[in-house]
């Protein structure tokens, strides 16, 4: 398998503590990766570096053979990597439908002027942004919602919102940001049963996750991060009988 | 097609109006014609003007020099909107990267530069002015009576809205939406940010330009003090009181708030009232209404209305929660 998404060296500093150092990982074609590790590891600043939200201090961030790490994060989303945040709020004044539309943005382009015009380009992007969203909000259980406005919903219908969004741009590489963190049972249920679908799809998943139970289910392989530097990469198996993992993270667990 | 009865009835309307009534008339439409753009602009990206005159000015002072110069009228008219979008994409780049009131200030020193320019300029006939521009002709029927000005706004005031209102549904304006309020998350899904607040600055320049430009043939004569930054000031107060983001309510907030300043214009031109009467009343009224809208309605008034319409015809649909603060709506029983 190769990889789609490499990272290398990759190192932020905030002032002058390093919340990422020298950091590598890959993220296969189709496979699950997980990042665990406890708070303040720099999971958060992996996304960020990965999204485009942030800058590298220095490394390179490789995705599907060409460098990415100095595109602006609608570029990257462009290029077929969707994110679904942990804390950012969705669309206000939108409804569930609309947020979800939001998300095709990456994969159609008609422009304002075509919309003003009524160009033909912009009815057939209005009818592929609106296929893309009823299918997207149909795999998280929001399709009945549709029509709701978004911030009305739930917390945890809300993650599956952002889960939507990031769909709807029928994404080659996934981003979760905590996905099952703030979940009910039956949603968390649902959220890893939707993840091993997407998987099965051929989907490239980069998951940041505190509950190592649902790691253990989901991930091909697990990268442990802590403080800033990668401890250990490796399936769930290995990892967790890794002395430097027990010793920093799993702890008694192990 | 709601709007269809409103454009009839506004239609009808000049024909009972008298010579000073048309004036105001006229005036209303083309704040109308600004204040859909700044709307778009406060309640879709999040961005505050307080200088959108100044691209009213453009537009007039393109209209009116290209005028003086020989250029059709007609032609003009056309250039004033696209210089105005032209310089709200120049002075854009760099401003926008301002956030909430830095960028307000930002563009309210934009428009005292603006004007300081014009005052000075000699090609622009400085302090004065201006004068004797022809009226507009639109394939040589010339736009001589006020009557026809009325219809050419009232025409301006559909363009713009249907311009803004095909904008706000199209996948940009979905886009602007989001950037809005989680620029972060709407990046991420392809939003290109920077673009589409430049883009949606040049609209709101755009249509505030097409006003200053139908101004300029309309009233004949410019000068800086024909664009004050109380201009500025009553196009934010009409977008407020109608309602950010929606264009209904521009429309309704301009009406409003200008019916209002007749109103008391003629109060405070009466005999006996001094001489600084009327600035004095319409600073008051537009501070006053802005506390006043922000405090008990703060979606402002089409908005709120509509809701309240909304939940009344269809008891069915659970209520969206109202993310306005409940200290804001005294009425509101929880």
């Avoid at chain 1, 969707?82 to 422009?111: K, L, R, Y």
């Avoid at chain 2, 019916?259 to 501070?287: E, I, R």
Wanted: aromatic share 6%; glycine share 12%; with cysteine.
């Amino acid at each position: 398998m190769t990889a789609l998404l490499e990272v290398r060296g990759l190192t932020r500093r905030f002032g002058g503590i390093h919340a990422l150092r020298d950091v590598g990982l890959d993220v296969r074609e189709g496979e699950t990766h997980a990042v665990i590790g406890p708070n303040g590891a720099g999971k958060s600043t992996l996304f960020k570096l990965i999204g485009g939200q942030l800058a590298a201090t220095a490394g390179t961030i490789t995705y599907a053979g060409r460098r990415i790490d100095h595109l602006a994060p609608h570029r990257r989303a462009r290029r077929g990597i969707a994110i679904a945040f942990q804390d950012a709020p969705v669309f206000h004044g939108m409804t569930v439908a609309e947020n979800a539309m939001v998300g095709a943005h990456a994969v159609t382009s008609a422009g304002p002027l075509s919309a003003v015009l009524r160009l033909p380009r912009h009815r057939r992007d209005e009818q592929v942004i609106r296929t893309a969203a009823a299918h997207a909000l149909r795999r998280v259980a929001l399709h009945e919602l549709a029509d709701q406005s978004a911030e009305s919903l739930p917390l945890g219908r809300q993650r599956a919102l952002q889960v939507a969004r990031a769909l709807c741009g029928r994404p080659r590489l996934l981003l979760l940001d905590e996905p099952a963190s703030g979940l009910r049972g039956p949603e968390r249920t649902a959220l890893a049963a939707l993840i091993e679908d997407l998987r099965g799809e051929g989907m490239s998943i980069l998951l940041v996750e505190h509950d190592v139970a649902f790691v253990a289910r989901l991930a091909d392989r697990v990268t442990v991060l802590d403080l800033g530097a990668v401890l250990a990469t490796g399936t769930y198996q290995q990892i967790r009988s890794d002395p430097a993992v027990i010793a920093a993270y799993l702890g008694g667990h192990a | 097609m709601r709007w269809i009865p409103f454009v009839l009835a506004a239609a009808v309307v000049p024909v009972f109006l008298g010579p000073g009534q048309l004036t105001v008339y006229v005036l209303l439409g083309l704040s109308a014609m600004a204040v859909v753009g700044l709307s778009l602009l406060m309640g879709y990206a999040g961005q505050v003007s307080l200088g959108q005159a100044s691209f009213t000015a453009i537009g007039a002072y393109t209209a009116g020099l290209l005028a003086v110069h020989d250029v059709p009228p007609l032609l003009g008219l056309v250039v004033a909107p696209v210089a105005a979008a032209l310089a709200a994409v120049v002075v854009g780049v760099p401003i926008l990267r301002l956030r909430g009131h830095q960028l307000a200030f930002a563009t309210l020193a934009l428009q005292l530069i603006l004007l300081s320019v014009l005052g000075d300029a000699d090609w622009a006939g400085g302090a004065i002015g201006l004068q004797g521009l022809p009226y507009l002709s639109v394939f040589g029927f010339e736009l001589n009576e006020d009557l026809h000005y009325a219809y050419l706004v009232l025409l301006g005031v559909v363009l713009t809205a249907v311009v803004a209102s095909s904008l706000v549904r199209s996948r940009a304006g979905r886009g602007l939406r989001a950037l809005a309020t989680a620029p972060v998350a709407a990046e991420a899904s392809g939003v290109p940010v920077g673009a589409y607040r430049l883009l949606v600055f040049a609209v709101s320049a755009a249509f505030a330009g097409l006003a200053g430009g139908i101004y300029a043939f309309f009233v004949g004569y410019l000068a800086p003090g024909s664009f004050p930054v109380l201009l500025s000031i009553e196009y934010v107060v009409m977008a407020v009181v109608g309602g950010l983001g929606s264009i209904a309510g521009a429309i309704l907030g301009a009406t409003l708030i200008t019916l209002l300043v007749q109103a008391l214009t003629s109060l405070a031109t009466q005999p006996g009232m001094p001489g600084y009467a009327p600035g004095v009343l319409s600073y008051a009224v537009y501070a006053v209404l802005l506390i006043v809208i922000v405090l008990f309605v703060p979606r402002g008034v089409v908005p709120t209305l509509s809701r309240r319409f909304r939940r009344e015809t269809s008891p069915g649909r659970p209520a969206p929660v109202d993310p306005a603060p409940a200290r804001a709506r005294p009425g509101a029983g929880r």
